[in-house]
């Protein structure tokens, strides 16, 4: 049974960073293209981040020239840096995985499998 499991997430101040990683087991991992979305209380499922296979990367324009992502293939691993953090930013995080070989699609509907997402809490 694939698994991903969030880890990183904290209470920061504003300007500072944070890095979330996101632990999987289960998936043929450098196959799939890897996504990082955030959800807040009341509102749908935002798209954050992607990383395919190949690492061409795509990011939401509220994080862009903030966020990065990467993947290491050999451990299984995602990785979202996220610097100068924003009050907007605070949410819960997710990663999941999209089986679309190349695909760099923003739609949580493309993400077959999900983490159980961890919170980020970014105070003024």
């Known amino acids: 049974q694939p698994q991903l499991v969030e880890s990183g997430g904290g209470l920061v101040k504003k300007g500072d960073s944070l890095t979330l990683s996101c632990a999987t087991s289960?998936?043929?991992?450098?196959?799939?293209?890897m996504g990082w979305f955030r959800q807040t209380p009341g509102q749908e499922r935002e798209f954050v981040s992607a990383?395919?296979?190949?690492?061409?990367?795509i990011f939401a324009d509220s994080v862009k020239d903030r966020f990065t992502v990467s993947r290491d293939n050999a451990r299984h691993t995602l990785t979202l840096r996220m610097n100068n953090l924003k009050p907007e930013d605070t949410a819960v995080y997710y990663c999941a995985a999209n089986p679309k070989i190349g695909s760099v699609s923003e739609n949580p509907t493309d993400y077959s499998r999900w983490g159980q997402g961890t919170q980020v809490t970014v105070s003024s």
């Open positions: 289960g998936l043929i991992f450098g196959f799939y293209t």
């Open positions: 990383i395919t296979s190949n690492r061409t990367t």
